[in-house]
């Protein structure tokens, strides 16, 4: 045995002072009498019962003195010689995912598949607990009946792995820890916490792994079951639940109007009734009545013209208690106009340009201008600025630092990573990158090609990428930079009747929509809980504003930049989260999309799962050493108390 505070001993000492009162006798005062005699026969019988008296009082010190002894061995945290027991390593994983935060009924499981109508009128006054208090509630179990001799460790899982604490023996540090335990919103990711179990347990003679969890969808189960070191503990039985899987939004420019796609999963065992609610930045813009069978799901499709663009929310109207999958948020873009300018040696040059451009009128500025390279090149430094710069069959001496462009049959800029080549005479394409988006509905190979410029790319993609070759060279080249993108045709599109193909509006409109990809799309449309959000293009600011709303209050947050990114990763709560980066103002959302979150069916073999955690609690005599020597040092003083109280041991 040993001792983790030996110092206790010292307390010893006290049994010297207990032994000291029991010694000291108190001393007879004289007193006169008017008659001896009759005190003769109390001093006989005071006489005969002394022996009995010290017994008693013999005994009432030993009392004394084992209580104690009690005491003293309690406060010394005595130890058994654990290498003769089975010290078990118990990992304790407790599931603090999205469907933790499911409300459960006041009524047990079974109650509540024999009453399913009641339960599908399931009122919030009787949703008492959700299903991770109780998880927390087992957890405390566990921690309560937890063998002396076993270590124990607490770890949070999610999509990540969080530990509360490491192996300890000490019950008030795992009940300390287990109160920095918090829900979530995110997935749960089974297999990734039991290869941690796993690996913290590496060298552990008797590793156990618990699982606090609803289950999963059964993933736990599948994960499981054929680890014999697992124990798995269920919590929860709520089955009904609608979810929505997909919330997302497009703007067609072609027709003026905004695609939005909604989709809807009745995960339960009985048919959903329900309303699904779409608002715009807070105000309702359509309501619909739906119903959907067990199992099913719905896809709806909604068409509006949303010009200011803004914050869609969905909402379902349902009243089962899981509040996380039923609201979802998409960000809808603004228009945006952009200014381009056409620079050609002579005017005549740019009425092709001026057909193809008002087929796009939805995305010209009225800015928008076509200059000969005189007039360009008189123009103010500002004035030249522009969304996207055309220079057909002549170069400006200044290009402008901002924007992108699109170079027609001119000199090959210096800063490009490219050198010019022998004229091509007659280019015939030889192949063409068809997943490129500059290249989207194009067939080079019945088009017909005017006298090119030869060229050859010096840098690999992304920097210079050939879009389009012939057997001579390339004759379409992309060029990207830190701050723009370049595109370069090493023909003049406007010659051999090319403008009035149809593939020439398309290529300027696939042209432009490359440039758009860089400039709008800036964040990824949605994330999930807790993903770290990051920006897709580079930034030129030294900070980024985020605006965002937590626990229904408004956040700011200044984010510093370095080399051109950020990273943002309070994302916990679902919602609309705002950026502002470089002048501008980016949207993006979070979502809790993922079904199996969303399906709150208990797996089966519960009942073995709960035998499962009552074989895991310690038996009478696995606790603490400590706990007994305080057990008996109580029995006895209760001993003394009655003993004394019924004159035995006065």
Not at 6 to 20: D, E, S, T
Not at 38 to 59: K, Y
Not at 323 to 337: H, K, M, Q, S, T
Not at 588 to 613: A, K, M, Y
Request: charged fraction near 25%; charge should be negative.
């Amino acid at each position: 045995m040993n001792f983790a505070n030996p110092l206790a001993f010292a307390a010893f000492a006290i049994a010297a002072a207990v032994i000291a009162l029991y010694i000291l006798k108190v001393r007879r005062r004289p007193q006169v009498v008017p008659y001896l005699q009759l005190w003769t026969s109390l001093v006989a019988e005071t006489r005969a019962r002394s022996l009995f008296q010290r017994l008693r009082r013999l005994l009432s010190l030993l009392l004394q003195l084992l209580i104690l002894a009690g005491l003293v061995f309690a406060l010394s945290r005595p130890g058994l010689d654990l290498a003769n027991l089975k010290e078990e390593s118990l990992v304790v994983m407790l599931d603090v995912s999205a469907s933790m935060n499911c409300l459960e009924s006041n009524r047990s499981g079974q109650e509540a598949d024999e009453k399913s109508e009641e339960a599908n009128q399931t009122t919030e006054g009787e949703l008492k607990q959700s299903r991770f208090d109780l998880m927390m509630a087992a957890a405390k179990k566990l921690i309560d009946g937890r063998s002396f001799e076993d270590e124990m460790m607490l770890v949070a899982i999610s999509d990540r792995v969080e530990v509360l604490t490491p192996f300890v023996r000490n019950n008030l540090q795992l009940r300390q820890a287990l109160q920095t335990a918090t829900p979530t919103f995110r997935a749960c990711r089974p297999d990734q916490a039991l290869a941690f179990a796993e690996e913290v347990t590496r060298g552990k003679e008797h590793p156990i792994f618990l699982v606090i969890s609803d289950g999963d969808s059964g993933r736990w189960q599948e994960v499981l079951d054929e680890d014999p070191r697992a124990r798995f503990i269920t919590v929860g039985h709520e089955t009904e639940n609608l979810g929505i899987l997909r919330f997302s939004s497009r703007k067609n420019r072609s027709l003026g109007s905004d695609h939005i796609l909604a989709k809807v999963q009745n995960f339960g065992n009985r048919p959903q009734a329900f309303q699904m609610e779409l608002a715009l930045n807070g105000v309702t813009q359509k309501v619909l009545d739906r119903e959907l069978p067990p199992g099913e799901s719905l896809t709806e499709r909604f068409q509006l013209h949303l010009p200011d663009g803004g914050t869609l929310r969905l909402r379902l109207n349902t009243p089962d208690g899981f509040a996380a999958d039923n609201e979802a948020y998409a960000i809808v873009y603004p228009e945006r106009l952009r200014r381009i300018v056409l620079v050609t040696p002579n005017s005549p040059e740019a009425e092709p340009f001026k057909i193809a451009f008002s087929s796009m009128a939805e995305l010209l500025d009225e800015r928008s201008a076509v200059f000969t390279i005189q007039e360009y090149e008189a123009l103010e430094a500002p004035d030249r600025v522009a969304d996207v710069t055309l220079c057909l069959n002549a170069l400006p001496k200044a290009l402008p630092q901002q924007g992108n462009l699109i170079l027609m049959n001119t000199p090959l800029p210096e800063e490009l990573p490219a050198t010019e080549a022998d004229d091509i005479g007659k280019p015939e394409i030889w192949d063409w990158d068809r997943e490129h988006i500059v290249n989207r509905y194009m067939n080079y190979k019945d088009l017909p090609i005017p006298r090119a410029k030869g060229i050859r790319l010096e840098a690999s993609p992304p920097r210079a990428q050939a879009l389009v070759e012939s057997y001579d060279g390339p004759l379409l080249a992309a060029f990207e930079e830190d701050m723009r993108k370049i595109l370069y045709l090493a023909f003049d599109p406007t010659a051999r009747f090319f403008p009035f193909r149809l593939a020439f509006p398309i290529l300027l409109r696939n042209a432009i929509a490359w440039f758009e990809a860089e400039e709008d799309l800036m964040l990824e449309a949605s994330h999930a809980p807790g993903a770290s959000i990051r920006p897709l293009g580079k930034v030129r600011a030294q900070e980024v504003m985020v605006r965002y709303f937590r626990d229904g209050q408004a956040q700011e947050e200044l984010l510093p930049v370095r080399d051109g990114q950020f990273v943002f990763s309070q994302t916990e709560t679902p919602g609309a989260y705002l950026f502002q980066i470089d002048g501008r103002d980016h949207a993006t959302s979070v979502n809790l999309f993922h079904t199996r979150e969303s399906d709150l069916r208990p797996p089966t073999g519960q009942e073995q799962q709960e035998s499962d955690f009552r074989f895991l609690q310690a038996g009478f005599f696995h606790r603490e050493p400590w706990i007994y020597f305080a057990a008996f040092a109580l029995l006895l003083w209760v001993l003394e108390w009655l003993l004394f109280h019924r004159r035995i041991t006065e």
